[in-house]
């Protein structure tokens, strides 16, 4: 008998989460535009990756047409065991004209929170997940100081509309990768790379989120409301003396600059957790020693020490992201277990978490990598919008079930878990 035994805090939400852009299908905006440009298909031919994965892999047309299918997805959802499920909204087509706000695009939102809860699932939704109106983006998007307003516009409709239905609120997602992706590397619309841009992007974005808390306390005092932000474990390599002083500055800028400059205006904290970045006498030093289809490095362990890191805030964490790429469907049970049982070891140090949301729930297009990456529980077949939930979607449904991890799910699915080292933190 195995009697390994994991529990987690009762009321814990155990779930997925998703966005409008990468799975519903249908849409217009400044990133479907983009999409579909010339200067994006030369780009996709000159670098081969046309060729390697087809000009459809890189436009989201009708992606995974959860629009149409959601009732199917959050049926799903609720078979896989899950309590909660972050979706997001398209500001695109609640506001597809400045000033002009669609109703039955409204309605439709209403209804997928109203589903939700029907099933037990309580809704998480995000305003603003990346892509903007097209008549925005020509106003200049998040770099036009007129963009505060304009999305507190957007806020107080969606948030008045919605507010019998939701309670929690993700103002924004990433938005210090946003600003860095699209204003300073320049790999996504509009493609700038100006460090000017980039500052004024984020301090918009600041403005933004804490001019939409507050249109969001007077419409409703009980909502939660927080961002979902993008921390990075950043290991200074041997403690030394120069890696520490890098590791200072880096997670001043990465993982506290934004959550510190809107502290007064969050409930909670969304934490999304992907990268660990060893710092030896320079950046991103990782072992690699286990990567997922993307190159990504897979460093479960990292998340108990971002966790840790943002104990100092004093606020509810809901880990609103975490997941890989993983056709295959190899690693994704062992990860999600390793994450999970640092997850555990952090709330037993008295970091208070709340909840785990995994990237994602069904596969879908990953931004300018296109679909071929596969993060879903689900897997979907895009010649037919066909759903087939993968085996650790099932092993993740027994976790969400059990409240925790337990010697029975090992020892079921132990040729899964074990396929690679696990942490000391044993079975
Ligand atoms: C996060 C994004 C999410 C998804 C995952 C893989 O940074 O928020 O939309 O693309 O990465």
């Given at each position: 008998m195995n009697t390994f035994n994991l529990k987690f805090p009762d009321d814990f939400f155990w779930g997925a989460a998703t966005s409008s852009h990468q799975i519903e299908g249908d849409k217009h905006n400044d990133w479907t535009e983009w999409e579909k440009s010339e200067k994006r298909f030369s780009h996709l031919r000159s670098t081969g990756l046309a060729e390697q994965y087809?000009?459809?892999?890189?436009?989201?047309?009708?992606?995974?047409?959860h629009y149409k299918l959601f009732h199917e997805d959050f049926n799903l959802a609720k078979e896989l065991g899950h309590n909660v499920l972050r979706f997001s909204i398209a500001w695109s087509r609640i506001e597809?004209?400045?000033?002009v706000f669609d109703q039955k695009e409204i309605d439709h939102y209403k209804e997928k929170a109203r589903k939700l809860r029907e099933l037990g699932i309580e809704p998480f939704v995000t305003l603003w997940h990346w892509p903007i109106p097209v008549w925005l983006r020509d106003k200049?998007?998040?770099?036009?100081?007129k963009v505060i307003n304009y999305f507190s516009r957007y806020t107080e409709k969606v948030v008045a509309s919605l507010k019998d239905e939701?309670?929690?609120?993700?103002?924004?997602?990433e938005a210090e990768l946003y600003a860095n992706n699209s204003y300073?590397?320049?790999?996504?619309?509009?493609?700038k790379k100006n460090l000017i841009s980039y500052l004024l992007v984020t301090r918009n974005l600041i403005k933004a989120h804490r001019k939409a808390f507050k249109i969001i306390k007077k419409i409703n005092p009980i909502a939660q409301i927080g961002v979902a932000t993008n921390n990075v474990y950043i290991e200074a390599y041997k403690n030394r003396a120069v890696n520490l002083l890098l590791k200072k500055f880096a997670d001043w800028w990465v993982n506290f600059y934004f959550l510190n400059r809107i502290n007064d205006c969050q409930d909670f904290i969304g934490l999304n957790y992907y990268f660990h970045n060893r710092i030896n006498y320079?950046?991103?030093?990782?072992?690699?020693?286990i990567v997922s289809d993307i190159g990504w490095e897979l460093y479960p362990e990292g998340m108990y020490f971002v966790l840790k890191d943002l104990k100092k805030y004093n606020k509810p964490i809901y880990i609103t992201e975490n997941g890989l790429a993983d056709a295959k469907d190899e690693k994704r049970a062992w990860y999600i277990f390793e994450t999970l049982k640092h997850v555990h070891k952090a709330i037993d140090e008295g970091v208070d978490v709340r909840g785990y949301l995994h990237w994602s729930l069904m596969d879908n297009?990953?931004?300018?990598?296109?679909?071929?990456p596969r993060f879903g529980l689900v897997e979907i077949d895009?010649?037919?919008c066909e759903r087939k939930a993968r085996t650790s979607a099932y092993f993740y449904k027994d976790i969400c079930l059990a409240n925790g991890l337990t010697g029975d799910m090992i020892n079921k699915y132990n040729d899964l878990i074990f396929r690679f080292p696990v942490s000391k933190i044993l079975p």
């Amino acid at each position: 008998m195995n009697t390994f035994n994991l529990k987690f805090p009762d009321d814990f939400f155990w779930g997925a989460a998703t966005s409008s852009h990468q799975i519903e299908g249908d849409k217009h905006n400044d990133w479907t535009e983009w999409e579909k440009s010339e200067k994006r298909f030369s780009h996709l031919r000159s670098t081969g990756l046309a060729e390697q994965y087809g000009l459809d892999n890189f436009v989201s047309g009708k992606a995974c047409n959860h629009y149409k299918l959601f009732h199917e997805d959050f049926n799903l959802a609720k078979e896989l065991g899950h309590n909660v499920l972050r979706f997001s909204i398209a500001w695109s087509r609640i506001e597809p004209e400045e000033g002009v706000f669609d109703q039955k695009e409204i309605d439709h939102y209403k209804e997928k929170a109203r589903k939700l809860r029907e099933l037990g699932i309580e809704p998480f939704v995000t305003l603003w997940h990346w892509p903007i109106p097209v008549w925005l983006r020509d106003k200049g998007g998040w770099q036009s100081g007129k963009v505060i307003n304009y999305f507190s516009r957007y806020t107080e409709k969606v948030v008045a509309s919605l507010k019998d239905e939701v309670q929690f609120w993700i103002t924004l997602n990433e938005a210090e990768l946003y600003a860095n992706n699209s204003y300073l590397s320049g790999i996504w619309p509009p493609q700038k790379k100006n460090l000017i841009s980039y500052l004024l992007v984020t301090r918009n974005l600041i403005k933004a989120h804490r001019k939409a808390f507050k249109i969001i306390k007077k419409i409703n005092p009980i909502a939660q409301i927080g961002v979902a932000t993008n921390n990075v474990y950043i290991e200074a390599y041997k403690n030394r003396a120069v890696n520490l002083l890098l590791k200072k500055f880096a997670d001043w800028w990465v993982n506290f600059y934004f959550l510190n400059r809107i502290n007064d205006c969050q409930d909670f904290i969304g934490l999304n957790y992907y990268f660990h970045n060893r710092i030896n006498y320079g950046f991103n030093r990782n072992e690699n020693a286990i990567v997922s289809d993307i190159g990504w490095e897979l460093y479960p362990e990292g998340m108990y020490f971002v966790l840790k890191d943002l104990k100092k805030y004093n606020k509810p964490i809901y880990i609103t992201e975490n997941g890989l790429a993983d056709a295959k469907d190899e690693k994704r049970a062992w990860y999600i277990f390793e994450t999970l049982k640092h997850v555990h070891k952090a709330i037993d140090e008295g970091v208070d978490v709340r909840g785990y949301l995994h990237w994602s729930l069904m596969d879908n297009f990953e931004w300018e990598k296109g679909f071929w990456p596969r993060f879903g529980l689900v897997e979907i077949d895009y010649k037919n919008c066909e759903r087939k939930a993968r085996t650790s979607a099932y092993f993740y449904k027994d976790i969400c079930l059990a409240n925790g991890l337990t010697g029975d799910m090992i020892n079921k699915y132990n040729d899964l878990i074990f396929r690679f080292p696990v942490s000391k933190i044993l079975p």
